[in-house]
Structure formats: structure tokens, C-alpha cells
């Protein structure tokens, strides 16, 4: 984790938020490239579950909500964590996080464990005794549930179908840790799917394959992602059953993502809350219904730091240690570095000028500083997929080589080939 971290903070992926006051626990923000890294990963997704899925409508709303949601999706009952506090050091803890009963950091005796709302409140409004207290969303999938009938009145969704949201949430967790894995602000990826409850465990089982696919389809080694099935006594409040993926950091397995199913918990909830009915029309029927919930809900922070982890990669080349990130070229932040031999020549104004033309198909990089030895290497240690020098023979008949990151093997090709050989390899679409 370490070397990871480093390498983050050094090539421009992850900073610590607002690092020259001495940074805040659980923010972060997300560099050049890792805000390259975190956008492919969404617009992958989005790609993968919304675009191109015929049952799928998407969705972006506000972070700030009434609070009478919260009340009604049992947070602000049900989203506590179990802390205890230190006596000797007064230092507070996750009682989960705890192993026997005195105080992992100095060995003092705890206190018994207290309740403490996850939630990170906020208030609206300018004046003191008019603003409204409320708090910024520890999930994005309420506002599905709530938008439930707006989006079935204004679109031709039929059941079964899905609602997918892409946004930041906010939790405001005890002990922030594991570099991004923990945050108290982060952003998820979810989906919930509404379908008839007779068809709550097929939908359960294609989902699982459909998110286990999607993890491999970015590149994340299947030998480091396994299934965990949350025992009936510890699902959230709202669960049937809960499944989570796994991947095996370097500090131990982690949650990437959840499965959940929620019945018709939300809506129901919502429904009583509000007052409004959110039922819907079942055609097939003839009668109105609440349709069960079948909820992934995936961390694109913690994938991002999945991605990281598994593309990190050292290998001895001629003696030297080569860092490289074998990112999966669909995610890769820069897709192809434009590398001139040498600066002299006119091969730099080349370069440039052929720089500015992929510029504009897809992120590329252009560097003409130093041996060419090391820009490869520079280049690798950021995961660019695809390296294109321009040498003499380009000056003599356009041809150009490229030199592909894993195998190191170049080929040559004429320039007017390149974008379209690029563009093939990084880009979204599969069959
Ligand atoms: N709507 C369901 C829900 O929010 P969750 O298991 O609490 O379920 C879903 O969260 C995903 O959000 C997790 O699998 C994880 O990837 C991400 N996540 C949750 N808390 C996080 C945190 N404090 N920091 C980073 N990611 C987090």
C-alpha cells in the first residue's frame, strides 16, 4: 500500500483533500490522472448497465434532500455504528472494529458501547431560527425510490426495469482508513431494479453474474474478488439478503460492492411517509403493485483503489526494477503518448502536431524530455497503454512505431493508422 500510495500522490492519481492545512481525515481528491481513472470507471459502467441495457433509465439527483426521507428510509433510526471510547487515551472506536474489550491503541479499559448516527447533517437555509436541519445523502438510491413515480409517468419503463444513479454520498465515518477505501465523502454507483417479488430470486442471480462480469470486464483479476453472504442477524435494516463482492487488498478483503434485495421496503416506507401513493400499474395484472427491489450498489472510489492495486506491477527489465500499472486500456487514464526520438530535426514539431490531432479522439500525452528509455518508463508507471515514436523513417514515409505497455513489443504503422488502432483497443464498446 505504501509504494501505491506514493505513486498516487507523486504521478497526480490521489491527493489528500486540502493537504497544505494539514489535510481532513476521509477526503480526498482526485488528481489529473485518477480523475481520468475514476471517469472511465464511471462512464464504463454507465456504458456497460445503462446505455446499452434496453430495462435500464438513469438518473441525477440532488445530494441535499428533504429530511423527512430520512426519517422514512430508517436512517435516522437504523444508520448508527457502535462506538466505544477509551478511558486512558480517550480515543473512540468502532466496537466491530475492536477485537476483545480494551483499547487497541494503548490497552486501556472502554467504555460501554454508545449509538452514533452515520449520517453528516447540514442546515438549510440562511437564517438561524428558519433554517431547516437536514443532512447530506449517505446513499444515492433514495432518491430512485422517491422519484419512483415521476420517472415511471414520464418515461415507458415496464417491469422489470431498472433506475440507475451515479453521485456522491456522505457518511461520517469513525475511523476513516485504507488510503480511499474508507471515506467520509466517496461516490457510488447504483441501481435499483424493480421487479415482480415471484421473480426476486432469478433477478438476484443474473445480477450477480452481471456484477461479477462487469469486475472482470475492467480488468481486475477474478483469483482476487470472491462472493461473502452477510448472515441474517447482521443485514441492514432494510434487507432481505445481502451479497457482497469482495477484493483482496493489500491490507486484507474488502466490500466493493453490494447485492441487495430490499423488497418492497422503500417504496412502502416512502408511500407511508409521504402519503403519496407509489404503487404501479401492472398491465399483465391489471392491478396496482409494489414491486420488489433488487439493489447493486457499487463504491467507485473502492474500485478505483481495486483498479489501482491490481495494475500495480514490478518486474526486473535489464537489471532495472520497471513500475508498471497494467490498467485495462478501456480505463487507462492517458491512452497513447506521443514520444519524438529526439527533440532535434524537426521530429518535435511533428510529434506536437500529431499529438493535437489524437488530442481530440482520445486523452493522449506528449513528452519529449530525456532518453527515450525513460519516457517508455515514465509513460509505464501511469499505465498509457501505447507509446508512438516518431524516428527518421517517419520523416521518410510517415510510418511511426508503437509500442504496446505489457509485452514492450513495437510494431510500425503508418500515422494515419494509429487513431483507429487506438481507438479500437481503449475504446467502451464490446459485442
Ligand atoms: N444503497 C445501499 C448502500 O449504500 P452500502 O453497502 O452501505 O449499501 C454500497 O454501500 C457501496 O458503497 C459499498 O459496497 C462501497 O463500495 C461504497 N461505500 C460505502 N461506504 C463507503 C465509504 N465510507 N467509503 C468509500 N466507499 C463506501
Redesign the pocket.
Known amino acids: 500500500m505504501d509504494k501505491l500510495v506514493s505513486l498516487c500522490k507523486r504521478k497526480g492519481f490521489i491527493y489528500q483533500s486540502s493537504g497544505i492545512y494539514g489535510g481532513v481525515n ?1 477526503c480526498w481528491d482526485f488528481g489529473p490522472l485518477g480523475v481520468e481513472l475514476k471517469r472511465n470507471i464511471k462512464d464504463d459502467w454507465w456504458y456497460n448497465f445503462v446505455r446499452t441495457r434496453e430495462d435500464m433509465v438513469g438518473l441525477d439527483a440532488s445530494i441535499i434532500m428533504h429530511p423527512q426521507v430520512w426519517v422514512a428510509s430508517g436512517h435516522v433510526e437504523a444508520f448508527h455504528d457502535m462506538l466505544v471510547d477509551c478511558k486512558e487515551c480517550k480515543k473512540r472506536f468502532r466496537q466491530d472494529h475492536v477485537e476483545g474489550d480494551r483499547c487497541p491503541e494503548c490497552g486501556g479499559e472502554l467504555t460501554e458501547p454508545k449509538a452514533f448516527n452515520s449520517m453528516l447533517r447540514t442546515r438549510l437555509g440562511v437564517s438561524d431560527d428558519t433554517a431547516v436541519e437536514t443532512y447530506l445523502r ?5 432518491a430512485i425510490f422517491v422519484d419512483f413515480k415521476e420517472v415511471c409517468s414520464s418515461t415507458r419503463v415496464k417491469l422489470p426495469f431498472g433506475i440507475a444513479q451515479v453521485g456522491k ?1 456522505f ?1 461520517n ?1 469513525v475511523n ?1 482508513r485504507n488510503f ?9 454507483m ?1 441501481i435499483e431494479f424493480f421487479c415482480r417479488q415471484e421473480e426476486e430470486e432469478d433477478w438476484f442471480a443474473q445480477w450477480q453474474e452481471d456484477i461479477w462480469s462487469w469486475f472482470l470486464a475492467i480488468g481486475i483479476s477474478e483469483s482476487k474478488l470472491r462472493w461473502y453472504e452477510h448472515p441474517k442477524e447482521s443485514l ?1 435494516h ?1 434487507s432481505k439478503r ?1 451479497v ?2 469482495e477484493y483482496e487488498f493489500p491490507f486484507g478483503w474488502g ?4 447485492l ?1 434485495n ?1 423488497g418492497s421496503y422503500d417504496l412502502t416506507q416512502h408511500s407511508k411517509h409521504s402519503g403519496k401513493d407509489l404503487s404501479y400499474f401492472d398491465q399483465e395484472k391489471n392491478e396496482h403493485i409494489v414491486p420488489t427491489v433488487i ?1 447493486p ?7 478505483a483503489l481495486a483498479v489501482l492495486c491490481d495494475a500495480y506491477d514490478e518486474e526486473e527489465v535489464k537489471g532495472e526494477t520497471r513500475v508498471v500499472m497494467r490498467f485495462h486500456p478501456r480505463i487507462a487514464p492517458i491512452k497513447a503518448a506521443v514520444l519524438p526520438l529526439v527533440k532535434k530535426d524537426g521530429l518535435a514539431e511533428l510529434g506536437e502536431e500529431f499529438e493535437r490531432k489524437l488530442r481530440k479522439k482520445f486523452p493522449t500525452y506528449y513528452d519529449h524530455a530525456g532518453a527515450i528509455g525513460r519516457r517508455y518508463r515514465r509513460m509505464d508507471e501511469v499505465g498509457t497503454p501505447f507509446c508512438i515514436c516518431l524516428d527518421y523513417e517517419t520523416k521518410e514515409n510517415g510510418t511511426v512505431t508503437v509500442r504496446e505497455r505489457d509485452s514492450m513489443e513495437q510494431s510500425r504503422m503508418h500515422m494515419d493508422e494509429v487513431a483507429a488502432f487506438v481507438q479500437q483497443r481503449t475504446s467502451f464498446e464490446r459485442d
Open positions: 476521509g449517505p446513499e444515492t438510491c433514495q454520498s457518511r465515518e476513516p480511499i477505501f474508507r471515506s467520509r465523502e466517496f461516490e457510488q447504483e441492514a432494510y445481502t457482497d463482492v466490500e466493493l460492492q453490494g441487495a430490499r439493489e450498489s457499487a463504491g467507485v472510489d473502492r474500485t
